[in-house]
């Protein structure tokens, strides 16, 4: 495989996607910490943020507009990422974030502001144990005490079986000639043809077969970051933790919240082999891994963050803000887990959702609203942590600047809902969340278009139709305009009646 001579085996010839990644948000990293009882760094406050291997950008800019008493740092080694990171900035008037074209290395060796929070997605497990060790060592010199750190990589022991895929992708590519998407399309074909033709691998790995029939399906750009570095790399929990115990880190917790908690996600059984661990949080989380042959991690780490007393918790707790992360009418009570269907009592859950379907609150505002009259603390707590790890509730921005919020996101959102609409989702900046807000194509056209429904189906359709975009019927086009329609149309009740007023509720929409 042709390679740049200063991208270290790291794919430079594919620009990455442009995506946002909801685990990086200042609020939620903030809350992970609190339910891991560390006190951490205020995110509240100015706080300084940087992502290492920032991409194209679009996270860093959606969250320094979200967050505009943050200073956002961006950094990746790709001159077209940081290209498009900064005209994206310059479109969105983003005044409080910057983006720099530099290596881990170069990082390490640069004078630069310290941190409040860092976040590296989709970096650790993609690189050289070389550029590892300069981020470790950015991470000792650069983060603050109290610090966060936000890191996801490919994770053992679920990905045993799908690095000899990765592995036979990659080397297949090296063999080819012509652009990198067009090998990918060649190694992935013959991978198919490989595993219809009996390979004993694919019989013998269940895993990798559903991963390849998952691969054939997607584009082709994301594939090649994804799989086709030299230094793809799986690791065990323990041994991240190691590595980061180098710059003073430890654990605290995961952005997919529901892994937080055990009874979620264990079976008694399980749970009880876990618990003879004892404290050593490094082995519990990875037996956890073999308990759920874990494939992908998303951890929370904190530097020196102390330990405080339950009523500093408890206090920490009720100044944190709530709102819902959808719709009331979509909200669940039940969620398939690895231990099981799980099903949350309504009376016990449902009437924090009733009181946040109102407006974004605090913890003690919880309390004290009238739909939760009769629970106590301790039982709205279970339920605020209960909702929040099924996906129904966020912890947000406080209420204080939220004005000043809304007009840097409003410029954020301009600048996006400027740019032609795109097959895939769009995501816009809320000043409540402080995070991003994910709208499908037609949800797009709906909120920039009409309030009226017959207009706003006319509108919406002519508009997809224009862009080249097929409605699907699960993962069938929909080849038919009346059925096209009838879709659009279904879509838009559904839009006016329940999003958007909640997208008013969230700041996206007037």
């Given at each position: 495989?042709q390679?740049?001579s200063w991208?270290?085996?790291?794919?430079?010839?594919?620009g990455?996607?442009?995506?946002f990644?909801r685990?990086?948000?200042?609020?939620?990293?903030?809350?992970v910490?609190?339910?891991?009882?560390?006190q951490a760094a205020?995110?509240?406050?100015?706080?300084?943020y940087?992502?290492l291997?920032?991409?194209n950008?679009?996270?860093?800019?959606?969250?320094?507009?979200?967050?505009?008493h943050?200073r956002?740092?961006?950094?990746?080694?790709?001159?077209?990422?940081?290209?498009n990171?900064?005209?994206?900035a310059a479109?969105?008037?983003?005044?409080?974030?910057?983006?720099?074209?530099?290596?881990?290395?170069?990082m390490v060796?640069?004078?630069l502001?310290?941190?409040?929070?860092?976040?590296?997605h989709?970096v650790?497990?993609?690189?050289n144990?070389?550029?590892?060790?300069?981020?470790?060592?950015?991470?000792?010199?650069?983060?603050k005490?109290?610090?966060?750190?936000?890191?996801?990589?490919?994770?053992?022991?679920?990905?045993?079986?799908?690095?000899p895929?990765?592995?036979?992708?990659?080397?297949?590519?090296?063999?080819?000639?012509?652009?990198?998407?067009?090998r990918i399309?060649?190694?992935?074909d013959?991978?198919r043809r490989?595993?219809?033709a009996?390979a004993?691998?694919?019989?013998a790995?269940?895993i990798?077969k559903?991963?390849?029939a998952?691969i054939?399906?997607?584009d082709?750009?994301y594939?090649?970051?994804?799989?086709?570095n030299d230094?793809w790399?799986?690791?065990?929990h323990?041994?991240?933790?190691?590595?980061?115990?180098?710059?003073?880190?430890?654990?605290?917790?995961?952005?997919?919240?529901?892994?937080?908690?055990?009874?979620?996600?264990?079976?008694?059984?399980?749970?009880?082999l876990?618990?003879?661990i004892?404290?050593s949080?490094?082995?519990r989380?990875?037996?956890?891994?073999?308990?759920?042959?874990k494939?992908?991690?998303?951890?929370?780490?904190t530097r020196?963050a102390p330990?405080?007393?339950?009523?500093?918790?408890?206090?920490?707790?009720?100044?944190?803000?709530?709102?819902?992360?959808?719709?009331?009418?979509g909200c669940?009570?039940?969620?398939?887990?690895p231990?099981?269907?799980?099903?949350?009592?309504t009376?016990?859950?449902?009437?924090?959702?009733?009181?946040?379907?109102?407006?974004?609150?605090?913890?003690?505002?919880l309390?004290?609203?009238?739909e939760?009259?009769g629970?106590?603390?301790?039982?709205?707590r279970?339920?605020v942590?209960?909702m929040a790890?099924l996906?129904?509730?966020?912890?947000?921005?406080?209420?204080e600047?939220?004005?000043?919020?809304?007009?840097?996101?409003a410029r954020?959102?301009k600048?996006?809902?400027?740019?032609?609409v795109a097959?895939?989702?769009?995501?816009?900046?809320?000043?409540?969340?402080g995070?991003?807000?994910?709208?499908?194509?037609?949800?797009?056209?709906?909120l920039?278009?009409?309030?009226?429904h017959?207009?706003?189906?006319?509108?919406?359709l002519?508009?997809?139709?224009k862009?080249?975009?097929?409605v699907?019927?699960?993962?069938?086009p929909?080849?038919?305009?009346?059925?096209?329609?009838?879709?659009?149309?279904?879509?838009?009740?559904?839009?006016?009646?329940?999003?958007?007023?909640?997208?008013?509720?969230?700041?996206?929409?007037?």
């Amino acid at each position: 495989m042709q390679e740049q001579s200063w991208a270290e085996g790291y794919v430079v010839d594919v620009g990455y996607t442009h995506g946002f990644y909801r685990e990086l948000t200042p609020a939620l990293l903030r809350f992970v910490t609190l339910l891991g009882e560390a006190q951490a760094a205020d995110i509240e406050k100015p706080f300084t943020y940087y992502e290492l291997g920032c991409g194209n950008g679009y996270s860093t800019a959606l969250l320094a507009a979200a967050n505009p008493h943050g200073r956002f740092i961006g950094a990746d080694f790709n001159p077209t990422h940081i290209h498009n990171a900064r005209k994206l900035a310059a479109e969105a008037e983003a005044g409080n974030v910057e983006f720099i074209e530099k290596s881990f290395a170069e990082m390490v060796a640069m004078e630069l502001p310290e941190a409040d929070v860092v976040a590296l997605h989709g970096v650790y497990s993609w690189i050289n144990a070389e550029n590892r060790a300069h981020i470790v060592e950015f991470l000792r010199r650069r983060l603050k005490p109290g610090g966060i750190v936000y890191i996801s990589y490919n994770s053992l022991p679920g990905q045993c079986q799908v690095a000899p895929l990765q592995r036979l992708l990659a080397d297949h590519a090296v063999r080819g000639s012509g652009p990198l998407p067009a090998r990918i399309g060649q190694s992935v074909d013959y991978a198919r043809r490989l595993e219809q033709a009996g390979a004993d691998f694919f019989r013998a790995s269940p895993i990798a077969k559903t991963r390849l029939a998952s691969i054939i399906k997607q584009d082709p750009s994301y594939l090649a970051h994804e799989y086709y570095n030299d230094h793809w790399t799986p690791f065990y929990h323990a041994d991240v933790a190691r590595d980061l115990a180098e710059a003073k880190l430890t654990y605290a917790g995961s952005t997919a919240l529901i892994e937080n908690f055990d009874q979620f996600v264990l079976t008694p059984e399980l749970a009880a082999l876990v618990a003879e661990i004892g404290d050593s949080s490094a082995m519990r989380e990875t037996v956890k891994d073999f308990a759920r042959n874990k494939v992908f991690r998303r951890d929370v780490f904190t530097r020196g963050a102390p330990k405080p007393p339950p009523p500093v918790l408890d206090s920490l707790l009720g100044r944190t803000r709530f709102a819902l992360a959808r719709p009331r009418s979509g909200c669940r009570l039940t969620e398939k887990t690895p231990a099981g269907d799980l099903t949350l009592e309504t009376a016990a859950y449902a009437p924090v959702l009733d009181a946040l379907a109102r407006a974004p609150m605090t913890f003690d505002e919880l309390v004290r609203a009238p739909e939760t009259t009769g629970m106590t603390r301790p039982k709205v707590r279970q339920a605020v942590f209960g909702m929040a790890a099924l996906g129904n509730v966020l912890a947000t921005m406080p209420a204080e600047g939220e004005t000043g919020r809304r007009a840097s996101t409003a410029r954020f959102n301009k600048a996006i809902l400027a740019r032609p609409v795109a097959r895939a989702d769009t995501v816009l900046a809320s000043p409540v969340w402080g995070s991003g807000v994910a709208l499908n194509p037609i949800d797009r056209l709906l909120l920039n278009g009409p309030r009226t429904h017959k207009d706003a189906v006319e509108h919406a359709l002519k508009n997809f139709l224009k862009s080249g975009a097929k409605v699907k019927r699960g993962d069938h086009p929909i080849e038919s305009m009346e059925e096209t329609r009838a879709m659009i149309d279904e879509r838009a009740a559904f839009f006016h009646s329940d999003l958007l007023p909640f997208f008013r509720q969230i700041g996206i929409a007037e």
